[in-house]
């Protein structure tokens, strides 16, 4: 997601405001006396505002800002406007994506879906994409290939419909002797074949599974949908596409 843009203050507007004054004034449209008697002030007074030996208060800026024919976005920049409504646009679309705790691969603890390290808030079309979506780092695996070569992070599609029946050239995070594969898969009668794992040990992941009677759901624990990048930091739309059709394609 970008970064917000600076918030901008009271206090800056306030500047803003003396600052184009004492600009105006340096270039002769008026003087202290005339600024001062336009607003209904005295003169020594409206010096010392100037000055900022007084307090430019609401009451006096708003009467300026009249009597000159300005508003509070003439102190705000084009820039600044633009950057503010892009970043309420984009709050506005968005929803909070768990990040969750441990990371997947081989060599870890298969990761616990109910505990979230970080909310992340992302695009309602990239939260629209699961039906339980969660983000979770991905640690080495020299299996990984394609478009998950490389990728440090996964989102991850953890609702039983899309586990349950997988699909051909999908990928998806599998749990076996307490760690975590990612990997496509088939199922063969009551066996789950794991695609690209039968020239390897054993000990590297398993080829097989049996499911003996069992369900798919206890080795299948999520669908992947992307991979790639912290996206933290660089965004899903910088990344590799979608792994996995949304629902309604």
Partial sequence: MPSSPQVLTFAALRNRLLGNLRARLHNGEFSERSLARLIGVSQPHMHHVLKGL???TPEIADQLLASLGMCLLDMVDSSE?????QDRQLR??????PVLEGRLGPTE??????????????????????????????SGDAELSGP?????YALLDLDEAVRVRP???????????????????RIEGETL??????????????????????????????A???????????????QPGWLIPAASS
């Fill in 148 to 152: 998950l070569a490389g990728a440090s």
């Fill in 193 to 222: 074949v794991i695609l690209g794992q039968r020239l390897l040990p054993e000990a590297d992941g398993p080829s097989k599974v049996e499911l003996a009677g069992g369900s798919t759901l206890q080795v299948v624990r999520a």
């Fill in 109 to 138: 603890p298969f990761p616990d879906w109910r505990r979230v390290s970080a909310w992340l808030a992302v695009d309602q079309d990239a939260r629209r994409r699961a039906g339980r979506p969660a983000l979770v780092e991905l």
């Fill in 224 to 238: 992947v949908l992307w991979a790639g990048a912290d996206p933290r930091y660089a965004g899903f739309g910088n």
């Fill in 167 to 185: 699909r051909p050239a999908s990928w998806y995070a599998i749990r076996w002797r307490g760690a975590g594969f990612v990997r496509q898969v």
């Fill in 54 to 56: 007084r307090v430019l």
């Fill in 81 to 85: 406007m633009g950057a503010t409504l």
């Fill in 92 to 97: 506005a679309n968005a929803a909070l994506l």
